[in-house]
């Protein structure tokens, strides 16, 4: 699977950005896919994941109620909804497919190249 994510930017403290990651090369609706972000400085972490179907998502403590995500596989692609963004949300948002939801980095087995978010406060 190739992923492409997009959609990051400058974005002030309590503003809103939505990030998206195209995937192409294999079947996209067979795997669950993850959000990941790395601030400068600091190791990558898991944000948020959603099943292959949609139907199941899992988000983390720090983003629960501000951070949403979703997929369309007829568009092959999966979105990060984010809201009341904080400074603390600043970094490089990683998009990637697991064979099933999973929050464990290692589990996921293809990645896409990042997409940079900022948060001025």
């Known amino acids: 699977v190739q992923l492409q994510a997009s959609g990051g930017g400058l974005v002030q403290a309590g503003g809103s950005l939505r990030l998206s990651c195209a995937a192409s090369?294999?079947?996209?609706?067979?795997?669950?896919m993850g959000w990941f972000r790395q601030a400068p400085g600091k190791e990558r972490e898991f944000v948020a994941a959603?099943?292959?179907?949609?139907?199941?998502?899992y988000a983390a403590d720090s983003v629960k109620g501000r951070f949403t995500i979703s997929r369309d596989n007829a568009k092959n692609t999966v979105y990060l909804q984010m809201s009341s963004l904080k400074s603390e949300d600043t970094g490089v948002y990683y998009c990637?497919?697991?064979?099933?939801?999973?929050?464990?980095?290692?589990?996921?087995?293809?990645w896409g190249q990042g997409t940079k978010v900022t948060v001025s406060s």
């Open positions: 959603i099943t292959s179907n949609g139907v199941n998502t």
């Open positions: 090369g294999r079947t996209f609706s067979n795997y669950a």
């Open positions: 990637a497919s697991a064979p099933f939801l999973t929050t464990a980095r290692p589990v996921y087995n293809y």
